[in-house]
């Protein structure tokens, strides 16, 4: 039937079938956008997935990494502290303004302290002369190490007594 022989109801019909049909069209348009954006989506997650595949496994291996150092580094330290503690030379370690950090047992059997005991103490305490102690500083601060150096030192007992000493400024990096 041809348009003009047609009721103004038989078009407005028409009308609305049409208007429906370009609706499921823009609908079956918006559909197909949303797949291929999801398609994208898709292509890009799964390449930040295989991003954080890869860093997570980096991860993984630098953890075990420092895990492993930390346990050398552990054991090392240990080591250390038992050839310290356990040498035939009294070893004794300050910090810059004296105070003792470490005492070993050898420099306990010789002076009569433990470290604990000398927690109030600095080592200048330990030093009879003054003005020979400042002598050695001098010659230390000087070279950063004085060798089989002869000088008068205090022990517990109040007892005087000649050691010599050998003194190495240690620097931390911090």
């Known amino acids: 039937m041809k348009d003009h022989r047609k009721t103004k109801q ?26 291929k954006a999801n398609e994208e989506l898709e292509r890009t997650t799964a390449g930040h997935e295989a991003e954080l595949v890869r860093a997570n496994q980096l991860l993984k291996r630098e953890i075990e990494d420092r895990k492993r ?9 240990e080591h ?6 356990n040498s035939a030379d009294a070893i ?18 010789i002076y009569g302290y433990e470290l604990d005991e000398l927690a109030g103490k600095t080592a200048f305490d330990l030093y009879h002369d003054p003005l020979e102690l400042d002598r050695m ?22 007892s005087i007594v000649a050691m010599d000493l050998s003194i190495s400024l240690l620097k931390d990096e911090v």
């Open 69 to 77: 150092a930390e346990i050398e580094l552990k054991r090392t330290k």
């Open 10 to 35: 038989q078009l407005m019909e028409e009308l609305a079938e049409l208007r429906l049909r370009v609706d499921e069209c823009e609908i079956w348009k918006s559909h197909s956008d949303l797949q």
């Open 80 to 85: 250390l502290e038992n050839v310290i503690e």
């Open 92 to 109: 004794g370690i300050v910090d810059k303004l004296g105070k003792f950090i470490l005492w070993n047992r050898r420099s306990a059997h």
């Open 137 to 158: 500083l001098k010659r230390l601060r000087k070279t950063e190490f004085v060798r089989e150096y002869e000088i008068l030192m205090k022990k517990r007992d109040g």
